[in-house]
Structures are given as C-alpha cells and as structure tokens.
C-alpha cells in the first residue's frame, strides 16, 4: 500500500518569497502519479499540479513547480512569488496507473504573512 | 470554477434523521467518490464510482448508503449517524482509464451530527 508523508504540519512565510512544502512517498510500484492540491478555508479541494512516475521533466503550472526526485521518493511542491491568497492546507497524494484510489498526506497549512 | 457542485454546503441533523448529500458533476467524468474529511485526520476514502458501479466502498458503517443513478450524479443517505460522524464530506470526479485521472473536487458539504 502507498504511504504519503508530509512532515511540515505548519509554515509561515513572508509574501512574495518562494516557499517549499515537503512530501515523500513510499511505493515498490514503479507506475503511479503524484498530485498536489490546495484546501482553503472554504472547504474546497483544489487541484495544482500532477507528476507521473515515468515524466522525465519536473511538472511546472504557473507559478507552482514540482520537484520530482524519483530515487530519494520525494515530490515536493515549490510555490513562487508567495501571494496572500496562497495561504491554505496543502495536500500531497498518490495514486497507482489504473486505480482509481487516491492515498492523501496529512496536509501542511501554509500561511503567508503580509 | 463549477466541475464539481455538492449540496448542501452545510447541514446539521440529530441522530435520529435522514438526509441526502447530494453531488454533481459536469466535466463528462465517468467516476466519482466520496471522501470524509475530519479534524486531524488525513481524507479517507469512502466510496468509489467508476463506469457507474462501486468498486470500493472501504469498511464504511452501513449507515452511509450510496447512490449513483449515472454518471453525472452521485448521492450520500444519511441515516442514524453518530457525533463522530460530523465532518467533512467531500465529492470528486475523474475520467478513468485515461492519459490523467486527476480528481477534481466539489465545495463540500460541513455536517454537524448533534
């Protein structure tokens, strides 16, 4: 079964600098995809990134960048030019190619400070 | 953005009631899920739609029944639940068995079992 670990349960960070949220994962299955996703206050689960196992170039979308590193089974998510509006939980997940299950991390509340 | 719609947004009921969650999808999905989100807790999975039939539905009390009447629709019956049942219930829909099975999220809906 996958694991995901977010070992950052809080962050502050100044606006406009750049910010890094840690997830590692464990998996044996060489086919899976990673996925980022943003929960404000208002509840919704918003989806920002994905990486498959097998894309050779770090997954970018605006101003969110993935950082893929496949032997040490980190996928960490990097956030640019930090906004207020940033400030939210955010999940690492998992799933395998094919199944529809997707394993959630704890989250990592970010909070960006004026 | 209005893929994923979930009424209500919030509801609260005693333990004796019954009552429905309701969620739609309009992105030509062809699965949708249920998630549970509680304090503290990582999103658990509760149950999983795909091709209009439950592939998954993990040890969830019987008091939560699904319904998924197509493609576009999927339900949540509520009935007898507990205290600990309070959370937040979260719907999501993909297309399986393509290039990306990224999950896309409703708003949720807040229930507060008294």
């Known amino acids: 079964a996958q694991k995901i670990t977010q070992t950052q349960p809080g962050m502050f960070v100044q606006e406009k600098e750049a910010v890094t949220l840690d997830c590692t994962y464990d998996t044996s299955d060489p086919s899976y995809g990673l996925f980022w996703y943003k929960q404000p206050s208002s509840g919704e689960m918003i989806f920002l990134i994905y990486q498959g196992s097998y894309d050779q170039q770090n997954a970018t979308e605006g101003r969110y960048s993935l950082n893929f590193q496949k032997a040490r089974k980190s996928a960490n998510l990097v956030i640019s030019a930090s906004q207020l509006g940033d400030s939210a939980m955010y999940f690492c997940?998992?799933?395998?190619?094919?199944?529809?299950?997707?394993?959630f991390g704890t989250g990592t509340r970010l909070t960006i400070i004026p | 953005e209005t893929g994923v719609t979930q009424t209500p947004r919030h509801l609260v009921m005693g333990m004796t009631n019954k009552k429905s969650l309701k969620c739609e999808q309009h992105?030509?999905?062809?699965?949708m899920y249920w998630y549970k989100q509680s304090a503290k807790k990582p999103l658990e999975l509760m149950f999983v739609y795909s091709l209009e039939e439950r592939v998954e539905n993990n040890s969830v009390p019987s008091r939560f029944s699904p319904e998924c009447p197509n493609s576009s629709h999927l339900f949540l019956h509520l009935h007898t639940l507990q205290p600990e049942d309070s959370a937040l219930y979260l719907c999501?829909?993909?297309?399986?068995?393509?290039?990306?099975?990224?999950?896309?999220f409703g708003p949720g809906t807040r229930l507060l079992v008294l």
């Open positions: 999501a829909s993909s297309q399986v068995r393509s290039s990306s099975e990224t999950q896309y």
């Open positions: 992105l030509g999905h062809n699965a």
């Open positions: 997940a998992m799933s395998y190619f094919g199944n529809e299950k997707l394993t």
